[in-house]
């Protein structure tokens, strides 16, 4: 349903019990929004994440492909624990990263991979980025821990 | 009936469908559908 040459896709995280799940508005399934060309992806997201679930604690875009017929930019959307209750919670299970050559994407890329690919973009940003530090607790900072950023393996 | 791709699902009559797919398709994926647009993907049910 969501169409347009520039749409986002979002993972909505969630702290609980020391462990982050995917608990957004569509489940189990990334959340799909609508860019249009007079549209700043960053606000967009962060308003309807705020109207949805509340003040999120980060927005942030980890990765684009293309994917949909369209350019899809993807964001991970960090709440606190207690935020929206509602919306069920799914445990993230870890992937391998979908690899590109030296010049060329990836030719098939999964959701999974992409989640892999925002939570270790995330573990990066926990460790190099002085607003993230600030803003994630230390059950997230345990968690990301596990994630290493790893260097582009294509070029010997 | 009309069901989104994100799972959100309304059903009921026309003038029902219309304006809750419209508020839901602004409010979770920031579209802006016309009543042809969610009626051309309503099932009869």
Known sequence: MVEGPVQVEVFVLRMKAGRPELAGPCGPDPWYIEVA???DPVEVVSRLSRN?????????STS??????????SFVV???????????????????????????????IAAAQV??????????????DPIVIGLLNEDWKKALAGYRPEPFRNIV | MVRCECGFEVRGT????????QKHAGESHNMKV?????????HAI
């Open chain 1, 64 to 73: 684009w492909r293309r994917a949909r017929g369209a350019v899809v930019l």
């Open chain 2, 14 to 21: 026309e003038d029902e469908i219309v304006p809750a797919l």
């Open chain 1, 78 to 108: 960090v709440n606190s624990e207690a935020q929206a209750p509602h919306l069920a919670g799914i445990p993230i299970s870890r992937v391998e990263l979908a690899r590109s050559e030296a010049t060329s994407a990836a030719k098939t």
């Open chain 1, 37 to 39: 060309a007079e549209d």
């Open chain 2, 34 to 42: 016309t009543r042809e647009q969610v009626l051309a993907r309503a």
């Open chain 1, 115 to 128: 989640l892999e690919h925002g939570l270790r973009h995330l573990a990066w940003l926990a460790r190099e």
């Open chain 1, 52 to 60: 949805l679930m509340g003040e999120p604690v980060l927005v942030h």
